[in-house]
């Protein structure tokens, strides 16, 4: 009991400290990086292979977060699982049946939404997932236009 007092008092100033100094840093996540094969991309890919470019933030992060659930719910297939107030997780069902996985973080630091699409099974998917980013990117830059 006395050692669990002291192991108490010597460590929680230690993790206190480190809640807070992550807190201080807003640190930032990262999507999940795409596999070897060709069926992903990601904003986040350092290979041309799997990269494209994010979504750009035009106004606030709430604002920007609310447009991307819009356009997921305006998408055929479409289904939102999880939102935070930086990041999005939906499931897209593609023609064939399969679901694809998209996901998309705010990164208010760069004003920019970094994405990721990935098919959960196969190996090809003929370029569906960066089809689809093109596709989404479109439907988003054209809510934020102003009239």
Not at 17 to 30: G, T
Not at 91 to 109: W, Y
């Amino acid at each position: 009991m006395i050692m669990a007092f002291i192991l108490l008092v010597a460590f929680a100033p230690a993790m206190i400290f480190s809640a807070s100094c992550a807190a201080a840093l807003d640190v930032q996540p990262i999507l999940k990086p795409c596999p070897s094969s060709p069926n992903c991309v990601s904003s986040m890919a350092p290979d041309k292979r799997h990269a494209i470019a994010p979504l750009h933030v035009f106004r606030t992060g709430p604002q920007t977060l609310q447009l991307l659930k819009e356009v997921i719910a305006a998408y055929p297939g479409a289904k939102l699982i999880t939102a935070t107030d930086v990041y999005i997780h939906a499931e897209f069902r593609v023609n064939t049946g399969f679901i694809d996985d998209v996901e998309f973080l705010i990164d208010s630091t760069k004003s920019i939404v970094h994405v990721r699409s990935a098919s959960r099974i196969g190996y090809w998917d003929f370029g569906a997932n960066r089809k689809r980013i093109e596709k989404f990117r479109q439907q988003y830059n054209e809510r934020f236009r102003i009239p």
